[in-house]
């Protein structure tokens, strides 16, 4: 049993929630401060923060401090790796499912 | 607050586990019954029926019983819907590098 967890499994699980979703989705546009991020949030300044975490932790974000301003950045290399690996099966599945129409034509 | 799960919820959720993954992986190639499944995987059963589960509640496969096997299918939609979040999120990540650099070549 794996008893560690792969990017990949930090990566889907910071994609499960939809505060965090929507804090990658307003840093798709550039960076933020945390308070930018927290603005439209229905939730408090430590519930973001907690958040924040779990997608630094993740390494979907990335967060500097400049005096009293923390900035945070999208990281996009591990976005595009669990993108990938969702492509590749759909697309899998796809070819298989051509196939088997081949297959089923030619059978015709 | 949202309190309900949306279907992107369930399907990084059901993402984020190495099992589930591999499990996935297999149906991408096609259908297969749960001992099929469950043969690769260093669990029990019971383990891999847990993580079917979550995989059927999320969306991502559909079973169906036909004596005493039972069956198992990817649903790529939902799939799909997981895959086009993350690439507009990249995309538009990227845009905005592009944005940045031409204004930084202008500034030149």
Redo the contacts between chains.
Sequence with gaps: ??NYQ?P??????A????AR?SI??R????PASVSELAKPL??SLPAVMLHLKVLEESGLVKTSKSGRVRTCR?E?KL??Q??R??????Q???R?LDR?GTYLDEGE
């Design positions: 049993m794996l792969l990949l499994d930090l990566a889907f699980q994609l499960c929630d939809p979703r990658l989705d840093l798709s546009e550039g229905p939730m999208l996009p976005l595009s669990a993108e690996w969702i492509a590749e099966r759909r899998m599945w796809e298989n088997l």
